[in-house]
């Protein structure tokens, strides 16, 4: 499939990815989580925007919260209760927002923290967003833990898996 890029600022910050495209070499390939990488995927927001297949603008999806909205889902299919408020704000797309404005942070501070320090937390350091999640949301906490215990990207990389079987293989 050919790929093309209307008019673009090319002058500033351009990388591979994007020349790649504009040269149309195109490199897709997906790994053994399902992640699909490719220059489509690599490219700068500003270029994804100027992007163009046959002769139509492209789009893309955003699931919001779609990573913690999926945990909600492993947790049911894993019976654990308790969890119904993390669930309604993951679910509802809020779920960062709630957090940053708890720790007094924005919103892109507090999903990294997130994903950081709850979702693959690797030791015991000290770490307010950890404090935090845990008095708010302990069966998701304990859960996270728990599914953690031998290797603390595990969830991460399962979530990345159920994620990418939704996306690109369903």
Known sequence: ?????KECDWSSDVCSSDLDIYKRRYRMSLDNQGRLYGNPTNIKRRVRAAL????????????????PALLGLLMKQHGVRGAGDYVDMACSGVLYDHLA??????RDVAKKLFFQDVL????NYPSEMTNLFE????????????????????????????????????
Do not use: C
């Not at 163009?52 to 990573?67: C, F, P, R, Y």
């Not at 404005?101 to 924005?106: A, C, E, I, K």
């Not at 693959?120 to 030791?123: L, T």
């Open 101 to 106: 404005r708890q720790l007094g942070v924005v």
């Open 1 to 5: 499939t050919a790929y093309e890029i």
């Open 52 to 67: 163009l297949l046959g002769g139509e603008k492209i789009g893309g999806v955003d699931m919001a919260n779609s990573q």
């Open 135 to 170: 008095s708010q949301f302990p069966s998701v906490w304990q859960f996270i833990r728990d599914f953690n215990r031998d290797d603390h990207g595990a969830l991460l990389l399962e979530l990345q898996r159920v994620e990418s079987n939704l996306v690109i293989r369903q």
């Open 120 to 123: 693959g937390k690797k030791g």
